[in-house]
């Protein structure tokens, strides 16, 4: 089973992501607080991210890099409202970019192509 780390400052994305993976069977956590989902991520192992960029106390990218730190196998998908935040940032190869807002369909089969489960 998959474990999956959802990270968004946004409540309602925190609703919504998780409904759209419940029926893939994945054991999925959520965050709105960064700095707390760092700690997950320094302590447990987790298969992919979904993390928003525009956070408080923290960057998406800043998360990730925690992330692939504690785990260079983690795979990633970042979501931003705005792509131009990451100009001039580099991306970690395993990482996907989603635009808000996004299609739950193409969320949904990004995450699947991560997780090798297409």
Do not use: C
């Not at 474990?3 to 959520?30: K, Y």
């Amino acid at each position: 089973m998959a474990r999956v780390l959802i990270v968004d400052d946004e409540v309602i994305f925190l609703n919504v992501i998780p409904r759209l993976f419940r029926s893939q069977g994945w054991d999925l956590i959520t965050s709105n607080k960064p700095l707390e989902a760092a700690e997950r991520l320094r302590g447990e192992t987790f298969d992919l991210l979904i993390t928003d960029y525009r956070m408080p106390n923290m960057t998406g990218l800043e998360l990730i890099e925690v992330g692939i730190k504690a785990n260079p196998q983690l795979r990633v998908i970042i979501i931003t409202g705005n792509e131009h935040d990451l100009q001039g940032h580099e991306i970690p190869e395993q990482t996907t970019v989603i635009s808000k807002p996004f299609n739950n369909g193409d969320l949904l089969a990004t995450a699947k192509l991560h997780l090798g489960t297409l």
